[in-house]
C-alpha cells in the first residue's frame, strides 16, 4: 500500500510539474483559440501516414528498445545504478506482482502522459511551429535526452560522463521516435507516444520486479 501511495504521491506531483508551464502559456495565449486538450495534443489519434510506414516505424521502435545501451556499461557503474535508491524503478526491485498496480500508475501518468504533455505536446508543437516539424522534433529529443542527464545530476548520482552520454543518446533517440510517430505518422495526437513510452517504462519495471 505504500507503494501505490507513493507512485500516486509521484503521479500528481509529476503532472502538476509537467503541466504546469502548458498550461499557462496556454491560459494566456491561446484559451480563446482552442481547448486546451486540443491543443497540447490529447485527442483521437488519426493515421495520417501509409500503413507500411506505421509498420517500418514498428520494427525500427522494436529493435531500439530492445537495445541494451547497459552492455557498454561497466560492472561497477551498473552496480551502483542498481542499488541507489534514487533510480525511482529500483523500488519495484524483486516485489514481483506487487509492483505491478504502482508500476502502472507511475510509468503511464507521472512518466508517460506527465513527460509527453510537456516534451511531445507542448515543446514539439511548439517548436515544429516555429523551426518546422523535423527540426522541431530534433530539437525537443535533444531537451528530453538532456532532462535525464539533469535528473541524475539532481539526484546526485555520479554515473560519468560516459554513462551520461549513453542515456542522453538512448532518452534522446526514444524522443526522436515518439516525435516523429505522433506528428509524421498520426495527426499530431500525443496518445500514441503516451501508450508507447508507458508500455515501455511499465516492461521495463516488471522486468526489475520479477528479475
Keep these: 500500500m505504500e507503494l501505490i501511495l507513493s507512485s500516486v504521491t509521484t503521479a500528481i506531483v509529476n503532472l502538476i510539474v509537467f503541466s504546469l508551464l502548458p498550461v499557462l502559456w496556454w491560459f494566456f495565449?491561446?484559451?480563446?483559440?482552442?481547448?486546451?486538450?486540443?491543443?497540447?495534443?490529447?485527442?483521437?489519434?488519426?493515421?495520417?501516414?501509409?500503413?507500411?510506414?506505421?509498420?517500418?516505424?514498428?520494427?525500427?521502435?522494436?529493435?531500439?528498445?530492445?537495445?541494451?545501451?547497459?552492455?557498454?556499461?561497466?560492472?561497477?557503474t551498473l552496480a551502483y545504478i542498481e542499488s541507489s535508491s534514487a533510480v525511482s524503478a529500483n523500488a519495484?526491485?524483486?516485489?514481483?506482482?506487487?509492483?505491478?498496480?504502482?508500476?502502472?500508475?507511475?510509468?503511464?501518468?507521472?512518466?508517460?502522459?506527465?513527460?509527453?504533455?510537456?516534451?511531445?505536446?507542448?515543446?514539439?508543437?511548439?517548436?515544429?511551429?516555429?523551426t518546422g516539424i523535423v527540426t522541431g522534433i530534433i530539437v525537443?529529443?535533444?531537451?528530453?535526452g538532456l532532462m535525464h542527464n539533469v535528473l541524475y545530476i539532481v539526484a546526485g548520482l555520479d554515473v560519468g560522463l560516459w554513462y551520461h552520454t549513453l542515456t542522453f543518446l538512448f532518452t534522446g533517440t526514444g524522443a526522436l521516435l515518439l516525435g516523429w510517430?505522433?506528428?509524421?505518422?498520426?495527426?499530431?495526437?500525443?496518445?500514441?507516444?503516451?501508450?508507447?513510452?508507458?508500455?515501455?517504462?511499465?516492461?521495463?519495471?516488471?522486468?526489475?520486479?520479477?528479475?
Aim: charged share 20%; with cysteine; proline share 2%.
Design 140 to 144: 525537443q529529443a535533444v531537451l528530453f
Design 29 to 76: 495565449r491561446h484559451r480563446k483559440e482552442e481547448r486546451f486538450f486540443q491543443w497540447i495534443g490529447l485527442y483521437k489519434p488519426r493515421l495520417k501516414s501509409k500503413w507500411w510506414i506505421l509498420l517500418v516505424f514498428a520494427i525500427l521502435y522494436y529493435f531500439f528498445y530492445n537495445f541494451d545501451f547497459t552492455q557498454f556499461v561497466d560492472s561497477e
Design 181 to 211: 510517430l505522433n506528428e509524421k505518422i498520426f495527426n499530431g495526437s500525443i496518445i500514441p507516444s503516451i501508450v508507447l513510452h508507458g508500455t515501455g517504462n511499465f516492461v521495463a519495471s516488471m522486468l526489475i520486479a520479477f528479475a
Design 92 to 130: 519495484f526491485a524483486g516485489i514481483g506482482a506487487a509492483a505491478i498496480l504502482p508500476a502502472l500508475i507511475e510509468n503511464f501518468i507521472a512518466n508517460g502522459t506527465a513527460e509527453e504533455i510537456l516534451y511531445r505536446g507542448f515543446l514539439c508543437k511548439r517548436l515544429c511551429k516555429k
